[in-house]
């Protein structure tokens, strides 16, 4: 089942002095339980292609379909996790993660339980008193990824969740979140700059051109799973990211 689609979508932005077109044409599916990655420069409209699916943004022309439902409410069925983790300065962590049950009625003892549940799962075992500004880099995006499962939500959106950590952080996160998502069976669509982490999560990717944003490839990435990282420097892995990156550059 095709739990996102858009085909031939479309959105330009008035400027006082200017019409910015900032996607042209843009179609692509992403199947239940799928991992999909967007790569493409700055600019190229990627976070417009999430805004338009959430709906805070509405396309010129196109369709966007949801569980195959066209202007559905998508509210109900996608959590969307920006670059910045958002946590609240002034909550500790089991507050932050909470939130969404929290703002779907569920009462603070039961949220608080879920919640406690998982902590060792998303590696804050001891720290649920900790406040934000306590934690890493890696903890926080931990814990934002944390808030976004527990809005119980079948479609993920992940904008550059790993992009301000450093290499090393950043593919244990990669290898982490791998390990929630086969876990916990979501779907998800995920942009990044970095196209070796494209490629190591993901079943496909799909490359857009310099803004307007065009789909300039669909690419399977038909790697085994579970993914390690003896894979980076295998032949299939490293005809894909050629692949890829010629794509980019061209």
């Known amino acids: ?17 200017d019409t910015l077109p900032v996607l042209e044409g843009i179609s692509l599916s992403v199947d239940s339980n799928q991992f999909v990655c967007i790569v493409g420069p700055s600019g190229c409209g990627k976070s417009t292609i999430f805004n338009t699916i959430t709906g805070l943004v509405k396309q010129d022309s196109g369709r966007i379909l949801i569980n195959g439902q066209e202007q559905a409410d998508s509210s109900s069925m996608i959590s969307y996790m920006p670059q910045k983790d ?4 002034w909550r500790r962590v089991i507050d932050n993660v909470i939130l969404p049950l929290k703002l779907a009625g569920v009462s603070r003892s039961e949220a608080v339980q879920e919640a406690m549940e ?5 590696g804050l075992k001891g720290f649920e008193e900790r406040y934000p500004s306590e934690l890493s880099g890696g903890m ?40 929630v998502w086969n876990q916990f069976k979501r779907t998800i669509l995920f942009i990044t700059h970095d196209v070796e982490e494209a490629v190591y999560l993901s079943d496909k990717i799909y490359v857009l051109s310099e803004r307007p944003g065009r789909i300039k490839l669909e690419q399977e990435v038909n790697l085994p799973r579970p993914r390690n990282s003896d894979m980076i420097t295998g032949s299939d892995f490293v005809k894909i990211k050629k692949k890829v990156l010629k794509a980019i550059e061209t």
């Open 1 to 17: 089942m095709k739990k996102i689609q858009l085909v031939e979508v479309c959105k330009k932005y008035q400027t006082k002095e």
């Open 86 to 89: 958002l946590l609240l300065p």
């Open 118 to 122: 998982l902590m060792d799962v998303f």
């Open 140 to 179: 926080r995006q931990r814990a934002a990824l944390m808030r976004t499962i527990l809005a119980k939500k079948d479609i993920l959106l992940l904008d550059e969740p790993f992009g301000a950590l450093d290499a090393i952080t950043r593919f244990k996160m990669q290898s982490w979140l791998l390990q």
